[in-house]
């Protein structure tokens, strides 16, 4: 993938997330009489961090899934082309 191909899609993935949040915190419902809350408004900060914690882990994860496969893939890919190489050699 291409530098630029990867900048666009790191900007595109941050604007979601800025649009994400900002969806988060004005527009849910506010204060409703009698006390009762309701919507987005009534996450406390407390929930609003640990979704963060746990959804950045899992995107983190993700990646390093990524990586453990593709040098899975890649070790396996090396070791069809040395057993080619061999037999063609006698």
Known sequence: MSIRKSV?????ILAIIA??????????????????ESGFRSLSV?????LAVVGGSAFITGFGLRDVIGRAVAMR???RLKSAQGQKRP
């Open 19 to 36: 649009i994400a949040t900002y969806a988060l915190f004005s527009l849910g419902g506010g204060n409703t009489p009698g006390g009762n």
């Open 8 to 12: 666009v899609a790191t900007i595109v």
């Open 77 to 79: 890919q090396r070791n």
């Open 46 to 50: 407390r929930t609003v961090v640990t």
